[in-house]
Nanobody
């Protein structure tokens, strides 16, 4: 079982940056693709970005293209989300999640372990 814990959200002005991170406990972290999802206020959860178990393959949504970057360090069981040029529409609870396999995917149903989320609020 993979247990996940996010941190690093917060309040930032438009144009600023944040880097939430997700630390996993367990012995098989590198075997799981890792994704970041977000749920804006009053909206459904949506895919943001993901990386394969090795970090060699990545997907991202067009809404964050050129602004958000996912990275993972399998030596310390950590995946991070570098968020630059933040906009008010990026405001959401951000969740990290581990997929069942190491194959990168943007499908939420493929992710079986979820963190509790970290709040990101971007002010105008």
């Amino acid at each position: 079982q993979v247990q996940l814990g996010e941190s690093g959200g917060g309040l930032v002005q438009a144009g600023g940056a944040l880097r939430p991170s997700c630390v996993a406990s367990g012995r098989t972290f590198r075997r799981h693709a890792m994704g970041w999802f977000r749920q804006p206020p009053g909206e459904e959860r949506e895919f943001v970005v993901a990386t394969s178990g090795s970090g060699g393959n990545l997907y991202h949504t067009g809404a964050v293209e050129g602004r958000f970057t996912i990275s993972r360090n399998n030596a310390v069981n950590t995946v991070s989300l570098q968020m630059n040029s933040l906009r008010p529409e990026d405001t959401a609870v951000y969740y990290c999640a581990a997929a069942r396999t190491g194959t990168v995917t943007r499908r939420g149903e493929a992710y079986v372990f979820w963190g509790q989320g970290t709040q990101v609020t971007v002010s105008s």
